[in-house]
């Protein structure tokens, strides 16, 4: 009967306090302790402790992100989208009104040749 109730109950996750878990990784980066001292210490695998250093050392450990964070991230991501394409399509805009007013003075011009025929009409 043991057997049976032992695979009817999942196993319960365990979750740390953000103290503990900076406590731990301040030990390990200190040298006090081993990873794997430290895992047989706290009674915690050695994997978890892991990934709390490697978090711990990016700066991510214990920073929890709120819904209305990570839409406004979100907004923020495709706003700059959005200005960068403007800008592209502004300059884009800049680039075509030089090219015209370059065409421009070169068809006003008699010395260019290019509207040449039109000045040329009455002059047969």
């Not at 700066?59 to 839409?71: A, F, W, Y």
Request: hydrophobic letters at 35%; proline letters at 2%.
């Amino acid at each position: 009967m043991s057997a049976e109730k032992e695979l009817e109950m999942p196993k319960k996750r365990r979750s740390f306090p953000l103290d503990v878990k900076k406590h731990i990784v301040a030990e390990i980066e200190s040298g006090q302790v081993s990873l794997t001292g430290a895992a047989r210490k706290y009674s915690i695998s050695a994997t978890a402790i892991g990934r709390w250093r490697e978090k711990f050392r990016d700066g991510s450990l214990g920073e929890s992100v709120s819904p209305r964070e990570k839409s406004l991230e979100k907004e923020v991501r495709e706003l700059r989208e959005k200005v960068g394409s403007l800008t592209m399509e502004i300059d884009l805009l800049k680039k075509l009104e030089a090219y015209e007013r370059r065409l421009k003075s070169v068809d006003s011009s008699t010395i260019t040749g290019l509207n040449w025929h039109l000045f040329r009409k009455g002059a047969q």
